[in-house]
């Protein structure tokens, strides 16, 4: 089955220091996502991206945070200054069709120390 | 805010019993999805139900969403070790990209 890949699995980061995560959606999905997840918490959703631009984004998607997706292939995730806070499991999503199975990667796991 | 609630938030028994996993809410959503997410890994989709009554089986679990589609349940008949995970619901609405999450109940099964 195809997957949802994204990359690096773990990042550590000093505090305000500016991170990129990368994902590669599958190649024919058009909307994707990024959720997160604190340790021992929900998955929360942060935004989501379709036809290149954000289509909606949560009251956690602040203007530290920015999505692109730079060459019809990757869909990468920014956080211009992170806070310790930020800390946490991000998950990028992508589907087909809205309301059609999303289909999550492994994550990347950001600690910010 | 929509919030989901999921009970029992753990759950551990023997390979063969049977079990049920709630997930409630206040609000209602047009759809409802679970998932199943292993350590380390991103969630992965079991089902998704819409219409409220619904009923789905896949092979030893049964979906239910309820009536008013506030609320849903996910039973497990004869659980095995192999299902052990931790379990989200996920309730989507109508012209929103966003899927609110519930807190998850972790499942263990003992061999």
């Known amino acids: 089955e195809p997957e949802v890949t994204q990359t690096p699995s773990h990042q550590v980061t000093q505090m305000g220091q500016e991170v990129i995560l990368r994902c590669v959606p599958i190649?024919?999905?058009?909307?994707f996502y990024w959720y997160r997840q604190i340790l021992g918490q929900k998955v929360e959703f942060l935004v989501s991206?379709?036809?290149?631009?954000?289509?909606?984004k949560s009251e956690i998607f602040d203007d530290q945070f920015s999505v692109e997706r730079p060459d019809g292939s990757n869909f990468t995730l920014k956080i211009r200054s992170t806070k310790l806070e930020d800390s946490a499991m991000y998950f990028c999503?992508?589907?087909?069709?809205?309301?059609?199975?999303?289909?999550f990667g492994s994550g990347t796991q950001l600690s910010v120390l | 805010t929509q919030l989901l609630e999921q009970s029992p938030q753990f759950l551990s028994i023997q390979e063969g019993e049977n079990l049920t996993v709630y997930c409630n809410s206040s609000?209602?959503?047009?759809?409802l999805q679970w998932y199943r997410q292993e350590p380390g890994e991103g969630p992965v989709l079991l089902v998704t139900?819409?219409?409220?009554?619904e009923v789905k089986k896949l092979k030893r679990l049964t979906f239910q969403f309820g009536d008013a589609r506030k609320d849903s349940s996910l039973h497990i008949t004869a659980a095995q070790p192999g299902d052990t995970g931790l379990y989200l619901c996920a309730g989507g609405k109508t012209g929103r990209r966003a899927l609110t999450f519930g807190s998850g109940t972790r499942l263990q099964v003992q061999p």
């Open positions: 190649s024919n999905h058009l909307y």
């Open positions: 991206f379709y036809n290149n631009e954000i289509s909606e």
């Open positions: 999503a992508s589907t087909m069709e809205e309301g059609e199975k999303l289909f």
């Open positions: 609000s209602v959503f047009s759809s």
């Open positions: 139900v819409v219409t409220g009554g």
